[in-house]
């Protein structure tokens, strides 16, 4: 009679938590867990709540700056954004609400919907957004990275549904929500671009900015005077001077394509400096000839150089512009550049 009771328990405790919003995930998903191993204690039932172990992942705790059409925001301190393989991740509350987008949290289904806000939700946002909006604007300086190193933190990896305006909108499988200490976060790119903002990036002051993609303007072509001249309209066509093909650039825009690219970019360089600031700190002795610095400095850029090729290589099996993949070898050249100048600079050589 006591299982009986302890287990009418549990289920009505499981029960009563899904309904919670967000901020009562990680609660529910312990209860589960408490549950399945009191019952496990009382020789019960099996371990059905396997599947709800947290899942260690590296990421990096990089000093992101957000911008969100020319408004900079940061989350609160205990709910950092991170980058994930590439991806940078920030809580779904602090960048819907960023977005001036009200937000529901479906626990049973997993599903995230994002829609326009009430006059209610609107009151919500604007509350949220004074603790989170920062006056003093976006800093211009570079982005102090010596510190950025990877960190493993366990966080619940989940397929997250979301509904943008009534509609889904699928996300890749590379792309998952993770739920670390009890709140949800989601893809920046992805979220802010499926309700229509442009995503850019600067790689100099780590700076994530999300902006309103203005309308293409319809050229309208001034009034013609009037004449009592007619000339013939010439229909047909296909010579061999118009169209899209041809382009010296070498390949059609594919954003998608670019953001894929752009993501194993940016997973690449923080590895690389994360490797050079190991060489730097493990040659702090002024004791120590500079040459073997450099030496290893030169091994690990070879094999950032390799992992670069690969990643470029993909880009043109996509079909991205050459000017893209340019644009992308130019910014590696000048991290190789400032790699070795590091070196030198400490050694004085």
């Known amino acids: 009679m006591y299982l009986y009771f302890m287990g009418l328990f549990c289920y009505f405790m499981v029960f009563l938590y899904i309904k919670i919003s967000l901020g009562g995930i990680n609660m529910f998903r312990k209860m589960k867990l408490w549950c399945a191993s009191t019952m496990l204690l009382l020789g019960a039932v099996s371990p059905v709540y396997a599947e709800q172990t947290p899942t260690p992942i590296e990421v990096y705790y990089a000093p992101l700056q957000f911008v969100i059409d020319n408004d900079v925001f940061a989350p609160h301190a205990d709910q950092k954004g991170f ?17 001036k987008k009200a937000v529901r949290w479906d626990g049973d289904s997993y599903t995230v919907t994002v829609e326009e806000p009430s006059a209610t939700d609107l009151v919500s946002i604007n509350d949220y957004n004074v603790n989170t909006k920062i006056h003093s604007g976006v800093s211009k300086q570079p982005a102090d990275t010596s510190s950025l190193n990877s960190t493993q933190i366990e966080a619940y990896k989940e397929k997250v549904n979301y509904i943008f305006d009534g509609n889904s909108k699928e996300i890749g499988a590379d792309l998952p929500g993770f739920i670390y200490e009890g709140s949800l976060y989601v893809p920046l790119r992805f979220f802010s671009e499926s309700v229509g903002k ?19 303007k319809t050229e309208v072509e001034p009034a013609k005077p009037d004449t009592t001249v007619t000339t013939p309209v010439v229909t047909g066509g296909g010579g061999g001077g118009g169209g899209r093909g041809g382009s010296s650039s070498g ?12 993501g194993k970019l940016l997973a690449l360089e923080n590895s690389c400096r994360a490797e050079l600031q190991a060489i730097v700190d493990k040659y702090d002795s002024k ?17 950032c150089r390799s992992r670069f090729d690969a990643i470029i290589s993909e880009g043109v099996s996509l079909n991205i512009s050459d000017s893209v993949l340019k644009g992308y070898k130019s910014q590696f050249e000048q991290m190789q550049t400032d790699a ?7 050694y004085g050589k």
């Open 83 to 99: 980058i994930y393989e590439g991806s940078t991740y920030v809580p779904l509350r602090f960048i819907s609400y960023s977005l």
């Open 287 to 303: 004791a120590i000839d500079g040459k073997t610095a450099i030496e290893e400095v030169k091994s690990m850029s070879a094999g």
């Open 251 to 262: 390949g059609s825009s594919n954003p998608a394509a670019e953001a894929q690219i752009e």
């Open 340 to 346: 070795y100048m590091l070196l030198l600079n400490k």
């Open 198 to 216: 442009k995503i850019e990036w600067d790689a100099k002051t780590y700076t994530v900015s999300a902006k309103t993609q203005e309308a293409p």
